[in-house]
């Protein structure tokens, strides 16, 4: 028996169907459709006919159970086949590599290229023993995570509240040092000074002009332009708007009492945009603007950022010297401790650049848990990657346009790491 | 047009097993959507609760969203919302309908196919892509010539006050055109291919030009076809997300110039999911749940309109 096959044209007008038919010598047949009526245009029924009867024409078909349904149903049971296939591989393969330990990380994207360059480099110098994945998602994610035991450490930029760290047993491990840096966009301007309160004032939108008496007076041997000033923040709740309006809360107490500091401000009359990038992007595509981006940012897209006036009165550009000044002259808690009040903003110190910032990794004092069911290989290589990121890992720091820890947060971190244990008894 | 045939084929339709267990099969997963929805509007109201608790009636016409003091107010969003998706459908619609009309009645059969497949491309081209492409080849145009061309006829009127910087409404309005057009056009050409021979050959027998045949016959019998698909394109445009995050300049403010930033429901979500915690959470939900039943308005608004002013026009042999 031949097979027939139906071929139904849905919503084609009569011409193109005369065409189809002419040119495959195929017998056709149409039916409209819309949202009412099923069967929309029956005219044809008549030329139906006469196909019956043998005149060709536009006309029909019939049924099924033809070639296609045979060929759709062997590919749904190949791709069944294929699919169990490679799971099942999947299970065989994975079952083989038991010997390595991936350890699972989630938050803060600001350092994310250095924890990615650290898990690389571990990765290889381990004999790809251990597999260290970072997922970024923003330091509130990464917490989430961590308090629900999802992820075996955590990135944060914003240091746990008091409370926190103590309910969940978590201990901060200050990993490395940013800066933030006001960029700006100003044609014929090479260097910019600014200070705190000034910077909050533009922020504020109490500063509106370049040539602002107050900018004037810190940029004397500069000719500012007369427009208007447009700031640049960051759309999305970021760690970067975190420290920024942190550095401007402690700078400005006007500042503080209205906007205060977050990871997502009120901010008045602002351009916002997505991410670092986004941010970088906008101040260089749009004249006359400022904004705040991380340093590394603004060094590999090339943007100019201003000079701050520090606390002990001088101007000082951020760079890896500078920030690590910053740190250098605080106390810190001990890992365990409330570290909510840690804060490196406005540091004193000659050469201190006055807008750096920690970035912590989180982990359990106690590795054990019921629910992440860590086991004691998987501790130790926490332990030891943590151990070797805040001694070695930190000669990868500056590649990547973030300071090293100074010695005396290195030694906090040392006795952090000493005290983890697991099932009670310490791992190193 | 339901014809007396068509009622007859159904008529003669014979009922037997496979046929029932197929009808009921389809009408399950029918009956899904509807389920889901359910589930939606269920889970979403349950995950705002505390900030609809907290804030009341309020939270829709409050102007502010400051985190920092867990106020939230979605006035700002709701009205950016309605601009941008606003200029996308004025400039979009025409648009659309015009590439439609060519693609259905006028382009040669070899120029069709290439056309309709190019339109229905750019349908399926990421959002991440077109805002992009907004941010690197679109925004230095509107910067450049046609904001301050609009600035230059339209400067008195308060829509366009203002510096232009290419980050604002207008541009994610032009963007949501763009996204628009292909969806809009591809369904209303469909739409307007549906349309039986029967009808333009009854128009052409009583000596209407080709312009007229369109606007007549055309324009006419498709016309539901054409307006379901601008209530898709404009849901496309409603909860874009990417794309409008992108240009619109995400200030959280209301202002009439379009040269103004400004921010959407779906950006604001986009923009302030990944670092939310609890009021701010069910905050963002609660504006979830705000474009939800927005979404839903603005669709039961647009069909009655529509339908009101399609049943003043007779079926045949009136303009549209």
Same mark, same amino acid.
């Given at each position: 028996?031949?097979?027939i ?5 849905i ?6 169907i005369?065409v ?5 010598q ?39 159970r ?38 699972i990380?989630a ?25 260290i ?18 992820v ?31 960029a ?28 602002d ?82 340093l ?11 000079m ?24 810190l ?15 004193p ?7 750096a ?9 106690e ?13 130790k ?34 006795a ?13 | 047009?339901?014809?007396a ?28 959507n ?26 829709l ?8 003091r ?6 700002p969003?709701?009205?950016g ?9 004025l ?10 009309i ?14 309709s ?11 991440v892509?077109?805002?992009?492409? *907004?941010?690197?080849?679109l ?28 980050l ?19 369904v ?23 312009y ?15 307006f ?44 302030n ?6 009021i701010?959470?069910? *905050? ?8 939800f ?5 603005v ?21 549209l």
């Amino acid at each position: 028996m031949t097979t027939i096959f139906v071929y139904i044209f849905i919503n084609m007008s009569n011409s193109d169907i005369g065409v189809y038919a002419e040119r495959h010598q195929e017998p056709v047949f149409s039916i409209v459709l819309d949202g009412k009526t099923r069967i929309e245009r029956c005219e044809d029924m008549s030329e139906l006919e006469k196909t019956k009867t043998g005149d060709n024409g536009k006309s029909v078909v019939m049924p099924h159970r033809g070639g296609r349904t045979r060929l759709l149903i062997a590919s749904v049971v190949t791709a069944v086949i294929i699919i169990s296939a490679a799971v099942l591989m999947g299970v065989v393969l994975s079952e083989n590599k038991i010997e390595s330990v991936t350890l699972i990380g989630a938050g803060a994207t600001f350092p994310m290229p250095l924890i990615l360059k650290w898990a690389d480099v571990y990765y290889n110098k381990t004999g790809q023993a251990v597999k260290i994945s970072y997922l970024g998602g923003g330091s509130g994610a990464g917490i989430t995570q961590i308090k629900n035991k999802q992820v075996d450490f955590a990135g944060t930029d914003a240091p746990l509240s008091a409370t926190d760290s103590s309910t969940y047993g978590l201990v901060h491990i200050p990993e490395t040092l940013g800066a933030v840096v006001v960029a700006y966009n100003l044609p014929g301007v090479e260097s910019l000074r600014l200070d705190g309160p000034t910077l909050a004032r533009i922020f504020m939108r109490n500063i509106t002009a370049w040539n602002d008496p107050a900018i004037a007076s810190l940029n004397p041997n500069i000719t500012l332009p007369s427009n208007q000033i447009k700031t640049i923040v960051r759309s999305d709740s970021s760690g970067t708007t975190f420290v920024f309006s942190g550095y401007l809360s402690v700078v400005s107490n006007e500042f503080a009492t209205l906007y205060g500091q977050g990871k997502s401000v009120n901010w008045p009359d602002v351009i916002g945009a997505s991410g670092n990038p986004g941010v970088t992007q906008t101040i260089k595509t749009t004249p006359y603007s400022i904004g705040y981006i991380e340093l590394a940012y603004a060094i590999t897209n090339n943007v100019p950022y201003a000079m701050l006036k520090n606390r002990d009165g001088n101007f000082v550009g951020a760079s890896l010297d500078t920030i690590s000044a910053a740190a250098s002259g605080t106390t810190l808690p001990a890992g365990d401790g409330d570290w909510s009040g840690v804060s490196i903003l406005n540091a004193p110190g000659a050469n201190a650049y006055p807008i750096a910032s920690f970035t912590y990794i989180l982990i359990y004092k106690e590795l054990y848990n019921e629910q992440s069911k860590m086991n004691k290989s998987a501790a130790k290589a926490l332990v030891d990657f943590l151990w070797w990121v805040v001694h070695e890992g930190q000669s990868y720091a500056s590649g990547l346009y973030y300071a090293p820890l100074p010695q005396s947060v290195v030694s906090v971190n040392e006795a952090t790491l000493d005290s983890i244990t697991y099932k009670g008894e310490p791992i190193r | 047009m339901v014809t007396a045939k068509g009622s007859m084929l159904r008529k003669n339709t014979v009922r037997f097993g496979g046929d029932q267990l197929f009808e009921y099969s389809v009408m399950a997963i029918a009956a899904l959507n509807l389920i889901l929805v359910w589930f939606l509007a269920v889970i979403m109201f349950s995950d705002a609760w505390p900030s609809i608790d907290r804030f009341g009636i309020g939270f829709l016409v409050g102007a502010d969203w400051d985190p920092n003091r867990d106020l939230y107010g979605a006035l700002p969003f709701v009205f950016g919302t309605l601009v941008t998706t606003g200029i996308a459908m004025l400039i979009g619609v025409p648009l659309s309908i015009g590439i439609a009309i060519y693609l259905s009645e006028l382009a040669p059969l070899r120029l069709k196919d290439p056309l309709s497949f190019i339109v229905e491309l750019l349908a399926a081209v990421p959002s991440v892509i077109y805002g992009l492409w *907004a941010m690197y080849a679109l925004r230095p145009v509107m910067v450049d010539t046609v904001e301050p061309f609009f600035q230059s006829v339209l400067g008195w009127t308060p829509l366009f006050q203002g510096e232009p910087i290419g980050l604002d409404k207008f541009t994610a309005g032009v963007i949501l055109a763009i996204m628009v057009i292909p969806t809009i056009a591809s369904v209303s050409k469909e739409a307007m291919m549906a349309v039986p021979d029967s009808q333009r050959e009854a128009a052409l027998s009583i000596g209407a030009t080709r312009y007229e045949v369109t606007r007549m016959a055309v324009l006419t019998y498709a016309r539901s076809g054409i307006f379901g698909a601008c209530i898709l394109g404009m849901g496309r445009a409603i909860g874009e997300t990417m794309a409008v995050a992108m240009t619109i300049g995400n200030a959280n403010k209301i202002s009439w110039s379009l040269l103004d930033p400004g921010q959407t429901m779906a950006s604001l979500i986009a923009n302030n999911w990944g670092e939310a915690e609890g009021i701010q959470l069910s *905050a963002l939900i609660e504006i979830g749940l705000v474009l939800f039943f927005i979404a839903l308005l603005v669709n039961v608004f647009a069909r009655a309109v529509i339908g009101r002013f399609m049943s003043r026009i007779p079926t045949t042999g009136g303009g549209l």
